[in-house]
């Protein structure tokens, strides 16, 4: 197993996770990261994606060490819907399965209304919200063969809290949510249950990118808890809904964001 640091001492070990093949989008940075860490502690058999090859693997040499299973890397550009199925196909036969899919992968750069373009609108739904769907598409069989699994899709406060120069990447957040409810209802009886987390605004260097520290304490007035979230944060919500102590959970959106209001 890997050895426990000091930040994360507290955390929960869930039994039904060891061994699990768990899939990661967007896992060399940030919060995808941090859940691929976060899933490697728990035992669980664990493989990546990411267009930032030389971070993703550093990543799995940093963990492997450790680890009960070495987590996999694998460089994939998700906006390439014709790569995702090989990708995934080579990954499973890899894990030998996907019990878990995190549909982590994004990106939330900032755009005005009189900017976007048809080619930009398609550019940003390709990277927020398409490749949720082809991702999930791929690891079905193997879920089904197994006769259940979990795909957490990942989300936006921000569309919640409409924030300004956002509005493509926030109606595909909105999307993302809606394509949750339709999934968690076609394949409950599959055994297969779909969630959605809604990051809020989480500490990392690309969201750092966006904030004066003027900027910074407005958001911290407006949240309940006036602290940053981590990565480790959101990795732990996701840690439970993946569980079997979720086992009854599908079909919602579950907030790690402090209460932003």
Not at 128 to 139: G, I, K, T
Request: glycine share 10%; hydrophobic share 50%.
């Amino acid at each position: 197993m890997l050895t426990i640091t000091r930040s994360a001492v507290s955390r929960a070990i869930y039994p039904s996770l060891q061994d699990r093949a768990v899939i990661v989008t967007g896992g060399a940075s940030g919060i995808g990261a941090a859940l691929v860490e976060a899933f490697v502690a728990q035992g669980a058999r664990v493989g990546f994606v990411d267009i930032a090859d030389a971070e993703g693997a550093a990543l799995a040499a940093r963990l492997a060490a450790d680890a009960r299973h070495a987590p996999l890397y694998r460089g994939c550009d998700l906006t390439d819907v014709a790569g995702i199925a090989p990708v995934f196909a080579d990954l499973v036969a890899a894990l030998g399965g996907a019990d878990v899919l995190l549909n982590n992968a994004a990106a939330d750069d900032r755009h005005s209304v009189a900017d976007v373009t048809p080619a930009c609108w398609d550019a940003r739904m390709n990277v927020n919200l398409r490749h949720q769907f082809f991702a999930a598409q791929a690891v079905l069989p193997a879920m089904r063969a197994a006769g259940g699994g979990v795909i957490l899709n990942f989300g936006s406060v921000s569309w919640h809290l409409g924030l300004p120069d956002l509005v493509v990447y926030q109606t595909a957040k909105a999307a993302t949510e809606g394509m949750t409810r339709a999934m968690a209802r076609d394949l409950g009886g599959d055994g297969i249950r779909v969630n959605t987390i809604v990051p809020g605004n989480v500490q990392t260097p690309r969201q750092d990118r966006w904030y004066t520290p003027e900027g910074e304490a407005k958001i911290l007035a407006a949240q309940c808890l006036p602290k940053r979230i981590q990565p480790a944060d959101v990795a732990a919500l996701a840690l439970f809904l993946a569980s079997d102590d979720a086992r009854m959970c599908t079909g919602h959106n579950y907030f790690v964001d402090a209460g932003w209001r």
